[in-house]
């Protein structure tokens, strides 16, 4: 399934390559928006045109499209700019087309042009629906309060027809092949109108029983005969308007609530009788059913992508349709019916060979039955063989859909006719028929025979339907072979299949050809003489099985052409009844071409006693053309028994060929017959249908010099007592007008004293007036700017309250800093201490035990040198042991001093890194809101200017009106110019006010400076960073060392968590201020405006 999207493309193909329906879909066209390929732009209606090849579709922005479905192309036609609510497509000049839009009125554009051709206008409401009449010169377009009748050749209304506003009007249009309208009303009336006078013929009775339906939604066939109605129900009411009675009442499945629209699908063979109506559901779902059968014969859309609206083309061969995703879908009719078109099942199955285990399976028509289980008893069956048939002759005797030919005579013989259910299945296995649809439509096509025309001046049938069905099915025997046109007898050869097969042209049409093409052979050699070498034939054969009879119709003068011809030219069709003509054709397509020129000489033979008391060639005469008392079944035994007694040398079965089917695809040339002489005859019919026609043209412009002469006489006779009327009129008049003047003049002299007083009045009103609006405006003025200095103050105040909760914010922050910091200095310092005492207890500890170990040393030893030589020996190895940990001290201070750098200089790039990336995504959103603004002004400034031209435009206008005036007026006239010049500097210096305003985007959006809490003071020896300071610092001890390093590393992440929290605050007041602008971007401009 090939789906095309004509996006913003002006014309090209529907489909690129070719389609292959599926489930009867061609294609489907979407229309996606340029600028968002997501966005689809949804189809709003479509209709076809006269042909049914091509058809418009309007969207809901203004496009109309014209799709030519066999030329594969696509245009756009025209771009109204606004919706379409209806169209029309089938108007007499056939470029032309009318598109009603949403603004109540209608457009007819020319689509090879794309030019304005008319702008109808006079509806109050939407224009629902447009219909357009047979010929396209009247159209009818419908609201729900009016429906206005308009002249397309003048485009001026003709009639207008309105309804009281209780009433509403559901849909107006014509009925083909009339001169009426039908209008459908809210409360389920109906009426029928005169176009001309708008008179009322008559009205539908409502039904008074049963539910109300509610109509919404109309068809009418194209014979204007037969209407359909629906709405809010599943019933569907069937009127005929010959009768103007209900004929029927169709009930829809329980799925179907609402019928939103009926289409009848016109049928090439049908006359205009449609009887397939596709009714369109709720549910989205259209199904066509026979409303004769009340069948469901197809149906398309499905639930997950339902219909909203379709269109049938003309000729019934395509329907395309909107679905809900505002696309069109394109079907193929004969792709949808292809599958109740087949010919039915087969209704005998024919076995080769038999088991004794297989199962019984019953055969029925149009259904199969599944063999049934078998229960575990053993069921004893009876095995039939059939005789041994050879494999040529079974192959010779196979027909189409499974049936045999010589079971099929031997079944008739048995019972002397086929089963009347069955009959015209079994004709067609008979007759081979390979129902050609594509070469039977190519005749059809063709149109009327001029030959058959008038047909029915010469054969005259009371039913319609058949007179239509005849003059169909002879004009496509003529299109196939030209004898056909020329033979006279032919309608009495068609006319009894054309009544069997009348629900089927083509397989009537089949029918007769192959009758022609076997039956009929040797018949046209002589034309457009009987068939003497047939009449011989049948002569013969009379000759050899009674003699006396033929010698009794010889003496009497009577010779084949009376008695064989007759029945061969209307195939015993005047002479048998139906059941019996069905009987004995029966036998006839079960045999060879031979059999119906023996079944003549049967028909003549077993009337054998009345024939023989004939002795006139008059009764002769009446006798072949009148039934008589015959049995049929007599009759055709007899047949049989001279086909198998009659001499090979004069039997016909040797003079004529076998049976040949026609073929598959174009059908066989047909050429046996005198082709000059078919050709002459023709030329001369055509010659004097010509004359014909020039006669009738010459009658007809003979007849409308005479009616023009008629009517120039009537004008001239009305034109000199219209003068006469004129003359004397115009005497009254001036003597009236000689008194008018008199009385005129005394009041004018009364008119110009009040005129004085009138303006001195004006002017002291104007003055007032003047003075009053000057005291609005300026308070108007003060009031606005009141309201400015409020709306100031307002900022203020909320921007000094948003400043200081952030310096609030920002102390509460830098105390909890602070207290950090000092609980961690308190940290410090307890751990300081706490590694003091432990090292003052070890030394404590080992000056102890040194103590001890000297005073040891002092009991045994006496010598007063050693002891001062151990003296000095451990006060330098306490020394070495003070330096030692004070070195390791002083280098895990520096370590982790370094490692502290390390950190805080990653973390300082960090940050500058983050700050850069917020300062571009503010850079890019300021730049975004300054263009955004920009437009914003520039929409706003290009309004204001189009709304000033639009006001000169005004006074330009109004100035000119006032040049027409009276005289009496100009002082009055000047004393207004003179008031609106003078009040045009005021509006000139308030625009210039207006456009000096914040139109601009310069300085609109500059980054406010920082409003941020300032730097907490923080004790001296934390951040003093003098020389004198780090030399002190140097001369500390190492825990004063490590506890100051840790103190500023603390500092400087504090510092750069004051920037961060400060860029950030700005960020956070530059996003609110260009929300709450862009948010305000209207209101505030407006009133700024307004207020200037």
Not at 690 to 719: C, K, S
Not at 1004 to 1027: D, H, I, K
Request: aromatic share 8%; hydrophobic share 35%.
């Amino acid at each position: 399934m090939q789906t095309t999207d004509i996006g913003n493309k002006e014309e090209g193909k529907i489909w690129h390559r070719k389609p292959t329906p599926i489930n009867g879909v061609i294609v489907n066209v979407i229309h996606s928006a340029a600028a968002y390929q997501s966005k689809i732009v949804r189809f709003l209606h479509i209709t076809f045109d006269a042909t049914g090849e091509s058809f418009l579709a309007g969207d809901h922005h203004g496009n109309i499209y014209v799709f030519d479905i066999s030329a594969n192309r696509f245009r756009l036609v025209q771009s109204t700019g606004q919706a379409c609510t209806a169209l029309a497509f089938s108007l007499r000049r056939t470029t032309e087309f009318l598109v009603a839009l949403a603004d109540n009125s209608v457009k007819c554009f020319d689509k090879d042009t794309k030019q304005l051709v008319s702008w109808m206008r006079g509806h109050e409401g939407a224009v629902s629906s447009v219909s357009v009449h047979g010929s396209g010169r009247y159209a009818i377009t419908t609201s729900a309060d009016t429906a206005q009748l308009w002249d397309m050749d003048t485009f001026q209304r003709k009639r207008k027809l309105n309804v009281r506003q209780c009433v509403g009007i559901q849909r107006v249009f014509f009925i083909p092949l009339s001169n009426s309208i039908l209008s459908c009303f809210s409360d389920d009336s109906i009426f029928a109108w005169e176009s001309d006078t708008l008179f009322c013929k008559y009205q539908l009775p409502v039904p008074d029983h049963g539910p109300r339906v509610h109509y919404k939604a109309f068809a009418i066939t194209r014979d204007g005969k037969t209407l359909a109605a629906g709405g809010r129900s599943n019933l569907l009411h069937l009127w005929c308007l010959e009768t103007r009675q209900l004929l029927q009442v169709i009930q829809m499945p329980p799925t179907v609530r609402t019928v939103r629209q009926l289409d009848f699908l016109p049928d090439s063979f049908d006359g205009g009788s449609t009887q397939t109506l596709g009714v369109l559901s709720q549910d989205g779902i259209m199904r066509f059913i026979n409303i004769h059968t009340c069948k469901l014969l197809f149906s398309i859309g499905t639930h997950d992508n339902a219909i909203t609206s379709a269109a049938i083309s003309p000729s019934g061969r395509h329907v395309v349709t909107i679905t809900d995703n505002g696309g069109l879908t394109i079907y193929l009719v004969q792709s949808l019916t292809q599958d109740y078109n087949k010919p039915p099942p087969p209704l005998v199955k024919v076995v080769s060979s038999l088991t004794a285990s297989a199962p019984t399976v019953k055969i029925k028509s149009q259904s199969i039955q599944r063999p049934a289980k078998t229960s575990s008893r053993s069921v004893r069956t009876k095995v039939l063989w059939p005789a041994a048939i050879s494999v040529a002759e079974e192959k010779e005797n196979e027909l189409p859909d499974g049936l045999n030919q010589k079971r099929l005579v031997a079944l008739l013989k048995a019972f002397g006719e086929y089963p009347a259910k069955y009959r015209m299945f079994v004709w067609r296995s008979l007759l081979r028929l390979p129902e050609n649809h594509a070469a039977f439509s190519s005749l059809t096509d063709k149109g009327l025979h001029s030959a058959y025309l008038r047909i029915q001046e010469r054969y005259p049938i009371k039913s319609q339907k058949l007179q239509r069905g005849l003059q169909r099915v002879l004009s496509a025997l003529a299109h196939w072979a030209a004898i056909f046109g020329e033979t006279e007898y032919l309608p009495l050869v068609a006319f009894p299949f054309v009544k069997l097969f009348q629900n089927n042209p083509l397989l009537c049409f089949e029918v007769v050809a192959t009758i022609i093409v076997n039956w009929c052979q040797h018949w046209f050699e002589y034309f457009p003489n009987p068939p003497l070498n047939v009449l011989s034939m049948a002569e013969n054969v009379l000759a050899h099985h009674d003699k006396q009879l033929l010698q009794h119709l010889i003496n009497c003068g009577v010779t084949s052409q009376l008695y064989v011809w007759p029945l061969l030219e209307t195939l015993f069709s005047e002479v048998l009844t139906r059941e019996e003509w069905l009987k004995l054709f029966d036998n006839v397509f079960s045999n060879h071409p031979a059999f119906l020129l023996v079944a003549v000489v049967s028909y003549v033979t077993s009337c054998r006693a009345p024939l023989l008391l004939c002795r006139h060639k008059e009764d002769f005469e009446y006798f072949f053309h009148h039934r008589n008392n015959l049995d049929i079944s007599t009759m055709i035994r007899e047949t049989y028994r001279m086909m198998e007694g009659t001499p090979d040398e004069i039997h016909p079965r040797n003079m004529l060929d076998d049976f040949q089917p026609l073929t598959r695809g174009p059908y066989p040339i047909f050429n046996k017959y005198p082709a000059y002489i078919v050709e002459y005859q023709s030329q001369e019919r055509e010659k004097i249908r010509q004359q014909e026609m020039e006669f009738l043209r010459e009658r007809q412009t003979l007849q409308e010099l005479r009616g023009e002469a008629v009517r120039r006489q009537a004008e001239d006779e009305a034109w000199y007592t219209q003068q006469d009327l004129l003359q004397q009129a115009e005497g009254q008049r001036r003597n009236i007008l000689q008194q008018e003047e008199n009385k005129l003049s005394e009041q004018r002299t009364r008119l110009a004293a009040m005129k004085r007083e009138l303006k001195v009045k004006e002017l002291q009103l104007m003055d007032a007036a003047r003075r009053r609006f000057l005291k609005h405006q300026q308070d108007q003025r003060l009031t606005d700017l009141q309201r400015l200095d409020d709306q100031i103050q307002r900022k203020v105040n909320v921007r000094e309250q948003e400043s200081e909760a952030a310096v609030q914010e920002a102390e509460v922050r830098q105390m909890e800093l602070e207290t950090k910091r000092r609980l961690f200095e308190h940290q410090l310092s307890r751990e300081q201490l706490r590694v003091t005492q432990k090292v003052r207890a070890e030394l404590d500890t080992r000056t102890h035990r040194s103590e001890v170990e000297t005073a040891t040393v002092q009991q045994h030893l006496n010598d007063d040198t050693g002891l001062r030589t151990n003296q000095v020996l451990e006060e330098s190895l306490a020394e070495a042991g003070q330096l030692s940990i004070d070195t390791d001290w002083q280098a895990e201070v520096l370590r982790r001093l370094e490692q502290d750098d390390i950190c805080q200089d990653n973390h300082y790039h960090y940050l500058s890194r983050l700050q850069r990336e917020t300062r571009a995504k503010e850079d890019q959103l300021i730049n975004v809101m300054k263009e955004m603004e920009g437009k914003r002004w520039e929409e706003v400034v290009a309004q204001k200017a189009k709304l000033e031209e639009e006001r000169l435009a005004a006074d330009t206008a109004e100035a000119h009106k006032r040049v027409f005036l009276s005289q009496d007026e100009e002082e009055e006239s000047q004393h207004r110019d003179k008031l609106h010049r003078s009040q045009n500097p005021s509006h000139c210096r308030q625009w210039e006010g207006r456009a000096r305003s914040p139109c601009s985007t310069k300085g609109l959006l500059v980054r406010p400076a920082a409003s941020g809490p300032t730097e907490p003071s923080t004790p001296f020896c934390l951040n003093n960073q003098s020389p004198t300071a780090s030399a002190s610092c140097e001369r500390c001890s190492p825990q004063s060392i490590l506890s100051f390093s840790s103190v500023s590393s603390d500092r400087g992440r504090a510092e750069l968590d004051s920037r961060e929290r400060e860029l950030m605050q700005d960020i956070r007041e530059l996003r609110q201020k260009l929300v709450a602008r862009a948010k305000n971007s209207n209101t505030p401009t407006s009133q700024s405006l307004s207020s200037q």
